[in-house]
T-cell receptor, first 110, second 114 residues
Framework: ELKVEQNPLFLSMQEGKNYTIYCNYS?????LYWYRQDPGKSLESLFV???NGAVKQEGRLMASLDTKARLSTLHITAAVHDLSATYFC??????????WGAGTKLIIKP | GAGVSQTPSNKVTEKGKYVELRCDPI?????LYWYRQSLGQGPEFLIY????????DSGLPNDRFFAVRPEGSVSTLKIQRTERGDSAVYLC????????????FGPGTRLTVL
């Protein structure tokens, strides 16, 4: 059974700092997603990572995938308050069901 | 264009009652998904439709839960004899083709069972 773990689950940081969120998964998968969720809002797709070594960047966010280590990272560069949200990673299992991590609640203080 | 919409946004019901939750997917999306999200957790898969048929209902927790998509567009999630443990946010998502396409989520319906 595929399990997805994120850490940290909670992160409070200052504006301007860099930090990384980690997503580990327990069995082989071909596809990993990162989503953002603002309080009371819908989940917004950020990145889809499809292959080993894949790297995608959008603004201050960069996601990477290491399928051999079963690890994805979401790196935040020079954080700004608007990036405060909960970030989820999700992984396709063998039946193409999305299995989700518990989320990382990110608070960025001015 | 319009995104995924869900109604109602909030539903409060009493234990034992029947509820229906509605999802309008993005126009043209053939795949539709229902998830349940409890506080502090990631979404939990319930059911996946491809067109009108439930292609995977393995996430439905028990036979009190049922979903339909009769015309391949709007879907309704039905919960019979609600229990307090059913309280959660129910999320709907749609994708253009199959399960390998990116899923676009609606805002969810917050169900509270008293």
């Amino acid at each position: 059974e595929l399990k997805v773990e994120q850490n940290p689950l909670f992160l409070s940081m200052q504006e301007g700092k860099n930090y990384t969120i980690y997503c580990n998964y327990s069995t082989t998968s071909d596809r990993l997603y990162w989503y953002r969720q603002d309080p009371g809002k819908s989940l917004e797709s950020l990145f889809v990572l499809l292959s080993n070594g894949a790297v995608k960047q959008e603004g201050r966010l960069m996601a990477s995938l290491d399928t051999k280590a079963r690890l994805s990272t979401l790196h935040i560069t020079a954080a700004v308050h608007d990036l405060s949200a909960t970030y989820f990673c999700a992984v396709d299992d063998s039946n193409y069901q999305l299995i989700w991590g518990a989320g990382t609640k990110l608070i960025i203080k001015p | 264009g319009a995104g995924v919409s869900q109604t109602p946004s909030n539903k409060v019901t009493e234990k034992g009652k029947y509820v229906e939750l509605r999802c309008d997917p993005i126009s043209g999306h053939t795949a539709l998904y229902w998830y349940r999200q409890s506080l502090g957790q990631g979404p939990e898969f319930l059911i996946y439709f491809q067109g009108t048929g439930a292609a995977d209902d393995s996430g439905l927790p028990n036979d009190r839960f049922f979903a339909v998509r009769p015309e391949g567009s709007v879907s309704t999630l039905k919960i019979q004899r609600t229990e307090r443990g059913d309280s959660a946010v129910y999320l709907c998502a749609s994708s253009l083709g199959g399960r390998t396409d990116t899923q676009y989520f609606g805002p969810g319906t917050r169900l509270t069972v008293l």
